[in-house]
């Protein structure tokens, strides 16, 4: 079975490069120069670069080429995803596809596998999520990955399919889960970030990701998933990774916000949109996102670090 990734950022290119040593893959980037650059030196120097391409990873620009391919990983940045989807919608219906962005849609608040839903309902929609970063997928390096399906049965023909010699894939039929998962996690990392940027201590950090995590499972209950998938990788693994490493970019748009410093805008931070998203939802059904509350208004601007630490370790005293 040839599988097709769409997208060839980090991510995209890390999970081609890893799948490719098992079976064959097409790696697609929409820049024709890209993708003639990928062909010619035979690794993403724009990337990714210092990982070769297995000899089985065949780079594409026509989308037509897929047209055999029944599993499809779309390696598109969230805020992107609908419009893509809808642009492609024929070639894209009837496969299988699976989410590899994590957040949730400004608009709508929802996550990728609603969008792929909605937009395309003849495809069967899935995601794939979890604690990882690119090179350390590329390089061969151990790491373990959800794939949330609805389809049970489809679920573990994916499992099979993805899972290669370093990245172990579990499996589960709580999509919503997942989807929180991935997307909650940058939202904390960001605040993360801004306490360590601010000199606030690792104390600080570990008091952020504990309550993160409990408006992560808030939210996840209030809109219908299992709780306990934000234990697993989708979750708590993909929290610890995110709010401890200067590899996330969640994690140092925080660090400059919390340093008074500048962030390069032409830098794709899920985090960002996502807390402005989740900012929204809260508000609109009366949900308790503190942490979240405060990422937003420090993204935009409405409060300085000061004032955010004040507002957090101001509220009332209670249970936990």
């Known amino acids: 079975m040839t599988l097709a990734i769409l997208g060839a950022g980090a991510f995209g290119t890390a999970l081609a490069?890893?799948?490719?040593?098992?079976?064959?893959?097409?790696?697609?980037?929409?820049?024709?120069?890209?993708?003639?650059?990928?062909?010619?030196?035979?690794?993403?120097?724009?990337?990714?670069?210092?990982?070769?391409?297995?000899?089985?990873?065949?780079?594409?620009?026509?989308?037509?080429?897929?047209?055999?391919?029944?599993?499809?990983?779309?390696?598109?940045?969230?805020?992107?995803?609908?419009?893509?989807?809808?642009?492609?919608?024929?070639?894209?219906s009837g496969k299988t596809l699976v989410a590899c962005c994590k957040g949730m849609e400004l608009g709508t608040g929802v996550g990728p596998v609603s969008v792929i839903r909605d937009v395309i309902p003849g495809a069967e929609a899935a995601i794939l999520t979890g604690p990882s970063f690119a090179a350390d997928i590329a390089r061969g390096l151990p790491t373990a990955l959800t794939l949330a399906c609805g389809d049970d049965e489809r679920g573990a023909i994916l499992q099979h399919d993805l899972s290669t010699a370093n990245l172990r894939i579990y499996r589960t039929t709580d999509t919503i889960g997942a989807e929180l998962g991935g997307a909650l996690k940058n939202v904390i990392a960001i605040a993360c970030?801004?306490?360590?940027?601010?000199?606030l201590g690792e104390s600080a950090r570990a008091a952020l990701m504990t309550r993160g995590y409990a408006e992560m499972q808030r939210l996840a209950e209030y809109l219908g998933a299992d709780p306990t998938t934000l234990a697993g990788l989708s979750g708590f693994g993909d929290l610890t990774l995110t709010c401890t490493s200067e590899q996330s970019r969640n994690y140092r748009l925080g660090r400059s916000l919390g340093e008074g410093n500048s962030f390069d805008a032409k830098t794709?931070?899920?985090?960002?949109?996502?807390?402005?998203?989740?900012?929204?939802?809260?508000?609109?059904?009366?949900?308790?996102?503190?942490?979240?509350?405060?990422?937003?208004?420090?993204?935009?601007?409405?409060?300085?670090?000061?004032?955010?630490?004040?507002?957090?370790?101001?509220?009332?005293?209670?249970?936990?």
């Open 193 to 199: 970030g801004a306490v360590m940027g601010a000199g």
């Open 17 to 92: 490069i890893s799948i490719s040593h098992d079976r064959p893959v097409q790696l697609w980037a929409r820049d024709a120069d890209q993708v003639a650059d990928m062909k010619a030196a035979r690794e993403n120097t724009l990337r990714l670069p210092g990982c070769p391409f297995p000899d089985d990873l065949r780079v594409i620009g026509d989308l037509g080429d897929i047209s055999g391919s029944e599993t499809v990983l779309l390696a598109i940045p969230m805020q992107k995803l609908r419009d893509f989807l809808t642009r492609h919608h024929d070639i894209l």
């Open 268 to 320: 794709t931070v899920e985090g960002a949109a996502t807390a402005q998203a989740v900012h929204d939802m809260a508000q609109d059904h009366g949900l308790d996102m503190p942490i979240t509350s405060v990422v937003a208004a420090l993204l935009e601007n409405r409060l300085d670090m000061k004032t955010a630490m004040k507002r957090l370790l101001s509220r009332p005293l209670k249970e936990e």
